[in-house]
């Protein structure tokens, strides 16, 4: 098996310390989470505002105190606008003699103690060094060792670029169509000077892959939230059928105001997240920008000796992919509101002709129970409303005087002549209905 020089793991973690619209208690729990990676004799600075870039403790890079006693390493976490970056860096310590591949298994499970599962986390990249041990070692190959080493469950990692870095050999590896996948570069340099200029590039890298993940998060979000939406839409399309088959399925007014309050809420959802996936295309706008600059700068620092426009590549892909794609899907989905708002206008105003008719309805009743009401007020045992009526007088001869015919006749009589008039309009207003 191939055989590097001071085989060496740097894993970057980038754990979000200030997500958007975190409160004071949410960003302390945050800083708390982070401060589990570090030893617990190592204390992070408190950070009241969004720096650019800085350095979390002093000295800047605690030391590493690794169960195996072969090995050695260091700490080194910074903020990062609103991120925490974590350099754990980890390395057999032997410069003299060459190590196996199979060393970095060792390395990793070190490593790995600090690299727990966080929610906060957006990613993480493992960079891979040494230097070969002979001048005929092939480069590739020996980088395909070290990935089968770090990762022996995984198939033959595809390279998705490669170039040159101070005169070694530089790989990348990373799927672009999983967010979970590692993220993995490996530098193999040709002897033991490229190989100690290149620390003074590690503060590049830990910004250069902070850019990188905030991307891949960020598109990451936008489809969740693209998914959100879709499920926001049906639901009120499922909500819109139920009220417009109302009348059908006889649902009652109580009912219908229900589904239509429900509709609302999932409207201001769905207005929210259409706000934050433009968020998203924003958030990938600035680290676009801010990973090519920097990217850059390592390129004229590196200089002559380097190639390192592979690395465009990731920044090709969130531009011509990414961004189009999250665009689309926001001028669709801002389709699907303004449709959505015409239905729930329709159906404001079904809702409110429905409670109009039932209020007519009620208003009908009220009427005719009124007119019974009134009429019953014709009963009265002395018939004085049927003489009032007919200008009777108790001393004449007349129909009203006799008991039978003043208080009980006359005025079931009248009352179903009236209560026919009502029950006729009611009918009347029906059928024009």
């Known amino acids: 098996m191939n055989e590097l020089f001071y085989p060496t793991i740097d894993l970057f973690i980038y754990d979000l310390r200030s997500p958007l619209n975190a409160d004071v208690g949410e960003i302390a729990n945050n800083t708390q989470s982070f401060q589990a990676r570090l030893p617990e004799k190592v204390t992070i600075k408190d950070v009241d505002s969004e720096p650019e870039y800085l350095e979390l403790t002093t000295p800047p890079r605690p030391k590493l105190n690794p169960a195996n006693a072969s090995l050695e390493g260091y700490f080194f976490p910074v903020c990062l606008n609103d991120t925490y970056g974590l350099q754990i860096d980890c390395s057999v310590n032997n410069l003299t003699e060459p190590q196996p591949i199979d060393s970095f298994r060792v390395i990793k499970e070190e490593v790995e103690r600090y690299a727990y599962p966080n929610p906060l986390t957006i990613g993480k990249t493992w960079l891979i060094l040494g230097w070969l041990s002979s001048q005929d070692q092939d480069s590739e190959s020996t980088a395909r060792d070290c990935y089968h080493t770090l990762f022996p469950d995984q198939v033959t990692p595809e390279i998705q670029g490669k170039g040159t870095f101070l005169g070694g050999s530089i790989f990348e590896v990373w799927q672009a169509q999983s967010y979970d996948s590692e993220h993995l570069v490996i530098i193999l340099f040709p002897d033991r000077v490229a190989a100690e200029k290149a620390a003074n590039f590690y503060k590049d890298w830990i910004g250069l892959f902070c850019y990188r993940h905030k991307i891949t998060w960020a598109y990451h979000q936008s489809r969740l939230i693209k998914k959100a939406l879709v499920n926001h839409y049906k639901k009120v399309g499922e909500n819109t059928e139920i009220i417009k088959n109302s009348q059908n399925l006889k649902v009652n007014l109580a009912s219908l105001q229900k589904l239509f309050h429900n509709i609302q809420n999932i409207l201001n959802k769905y207005t929210i997240d259409l706000l934050n996936l433009s968020f998203q295309k924003q958030i990938i706008e600035i680290n676009l920008v801010n990973y090519r600059t920097r990217l850059e ?82 009963f009265d045992y002395k018939a004085e409303k049927c003489k009032a009526i007919f200008s009777v007088s108790e001393k004449t001869s007349h129909p009203c005087n006799k008991p039978l015919i003043g208080t009980i006749i006359f005025p079931i009589t009248f009352l179903l002549v009236i209560g026919g008039i009502a029950f006729l309009l009611k009918w009347l207003y029906i059928k024009i209905k």
């Open 297 to 378: 700068f390592i390129k004229q620092k590196a200089g002559q000796e380097s190639d390192l426009s592979f690395l465009d590549n990731f920044a090709n892909l969130a531009e011509k992919k990414y961004l189009p794609q999250i665009a689309k899907d926001n001028d669709n989905l801002q389709l699907g509101l303004q449709l959505l708002e015409t239905n729930i206008n329709a159906l404001r105003s079904q809702i409110e002709l429905e409670k109009s008719e039932r209020d007519r309805n009620f208003q009908n009743i009220v009427t005719l129970v009124g007119t019974g009401t009134a009429i019953t007020a014709f």
